[in-house]
């Protein structure tokens, strides 16, 4: 059964082209089915800090405002309660121009929506969890091979947001959620104040001053960014198969899942991300993406935290250029070696996949 109104972010029914109503309250609903059968792939920790911001999001409170510990409470109890209702559901297709679709079936839906301002997007993420959302199209441009889809303010969405996806060659980028990314990470540099490349990357914007202005320039800045990425990955995508989605597949909720998607993270990067940076001479970008090489990716790429310190210490971006190369032939053929296991094996080699990973740290 579709959301009901009362289920939907504030204001979202009344904000809405009347004959798109149906639509948002289906993505929706196929939003909160995703989140009932995926909510427990966080740990409680993480679960709570999302749910916090996913209240901000639904209830339209800025990101300046302090959250109503009562509210949240309220409003988390008769979430699980919907979610429990939910999680068997099976999800639903999206009623569109009289006709009914699979939510996968993104570029039909886009060829009807986009031309009345409205963007939709479905695809599986880590864990094998879809993200469906729905929101204003505020741009559409071919860019080489590819379409680049760019959303404004979103109307529908489940529980994590992530900024960018591709699907084929379309790539969606999501600029609200992407703005809320920057800001959460943003506050939690100022909650730690720690020096490093996150506090190098909040030099490049004037946020003392006008900190409003400041994020608007940030997420501006990192759709570039967020850009290269994802053509990274459509690039990556076309070298290995689509095995490798059958890999990820397979691997889902494992340690070598996480390796694995890092493994294509880092061949992305080396094809697009970092050579883009770097020829647009982009400092603010170049700072915050290695702010952000953390946790499995940086465990897998150590070498290139001293590609780092070298290119602050000379200023010279060949530090950084002269190790994409062979870094670029390490990754894929990484990558082609463990869809060889894979084909040989099938999802019994898991343990020979993290330590193959494991033995071709970089």
């Avoid at 070696?337 to 343990?351: F, P």
Wanted: charged share 25%.
């Amino acid at each position: 059964m579709p959301a009901s109104e009362k289920d939907l972010p504030t204001g979202a029914s009344r904000d809405i082209d009347t004959s798109l109503e149906p639509l948002l309250s289906a993505v929706q609903t196929n939003c909160h089915i995703s989140d009932a059968r995926h909510a427990g792939d966080y740990t409680m920790c993480v679960y709570l800090l999302k749910m916090r911001e996913y209240y901000r999001w639904e209830v339209g409170e800025p990101f300046s405002a302090a959250l109503p510990h009562a509210d949240i409470s309220a409003w988390l109890t008769d979430r699980e309660r919907l979610w429990e209702r939910l999680e068997s559901e099976s999800y639903i297709d999206l009623p569109v121009s009289g006709e009914q679709h699979d939510p996968y079936a993104v570029d039909n839906i886009n060829k009807a929506i986009n031309g009345k301002g409205w963007v939709y997007s479905g695809g599986i993420g880590r864990n094998a969890k879809p993200h469906f959302f729905l929101g204003r199209l505020k741009k559409s441009v071919t860019h080489n091979d590819y379409q680049l889809l760019v959303s404004g303010r979103e109307y529908a969405r489940d529980l994590t947001a992530p900024p960018a996806m591709s699907l084929g060659k379309t790539i969606f980028i999501r600029r609200e959620s992407l703005k809320r990314m920057l800001w959460e990470k943003i506050e939690e540099w100022q909650w730690a104040k720690g020096q490093g490349a996150m506090s190098r990357t909040i030099a490049c914007y004037d946020f003392e001053n006008d900190s409003a202005q400041a994020l608007d320039d940030i997420t501006d800045n990192e759709m570039n960014s967020t850009l290269l990425h994802e053509i990274g990955e459509i690039q990556a995508r076309e070298h290995l198969g689509s095995l490798w989605e059958e890999l990820l597949l397979e691997l889902t909720h494992s340690r070598a899942e996480i390796m694995v998607r890092a493994v294509r993270d880092h061949l992305a990067d080396t094809l697009s991300t970092l050579p883009g940076l770097i020829e647009n001479s982009n400092t603010a970008s170049l700072h915050f993406y290695f702010a952000n090489l953390k946790g499995m990716r940086r465990e897998l790429w150590p070498s290139l935290l001293g590609a780092y310190d070298n290119w602050l210490q000379t200023g010279d971006t060949d530090a950084l250029q002269k190790p994409l190369e062979n870094s670029k032939i390490h990754w894929l053929e990484l990558a082609r070696s463990l869809l060889d296991l894979y084909g040989s094996h099938g999802g019994h080699c898991v343990k020979d996949m993290e330590s193959l990973i494991q033995k071709n740290r970089l």
